[in-house]
């Protein structure tokens, strides 16, 4: 069990990796197409912390995630969603 958990640990830190080198892709196109995002990952991390009786902040983990605070990864690398991008996320089901 405990190397299942550094294998999960590894591959989720291998995850993050691949999202901060591809900036470019933002997270409407990630929830247009895998309907989750970077912000989903921050509040999955955040519910497994509370379900462990760990104290982990939403902005926190974002943090985590972005690898840097959210309001400066928004300014620096966050594009306006296109008509097309909101059409499709306010299309789906699960919005």
């Given amino acids: 069990?405990?190397?299942?958990?550094?294998?999960?640990?590894?591959?989720?830190?291998?995850?993050?990796?691949?999202?901060?080198?591809?900036?470019?892709v933002q997270n409407i196109e990630l929830m247009n197409l895998a309907d989750f995002c970077r912000n989903c990952l921050a509040k999955?991390?955040?519910?497994?912390?509370?379900?462990?009786?760990?104290?982990?902040?939403?902005?926190?983990?974002r943090e985590q995630v972005y690898g840097m605070p959210y309001s400066e990864w928004k300014a620096r690398y966050q594009m306006e969603a296109t008509p097309e991008?909101?059409?499709?996320?306010?299309?789906?089901?699960s919005n």
Avoid: C
């Fill in 1 to 24: 069990m405990e190397k299942q958990t550094e294998i999960e640990a590894a591959v989720f830190r291998r995850l993050l990796e691949h999202l901060d080198a591809n900036k470019q």
């Fill in 85 to 93: 991008q909101l059409a499709k996320f306010n299309s789906k089901p």
């Fill in 44 to 61: 999955w991390m955040v519910t497994a912390a509370q379900e462990r009786g760990v104290e982990l902040d939403y902005e926190a983990a």
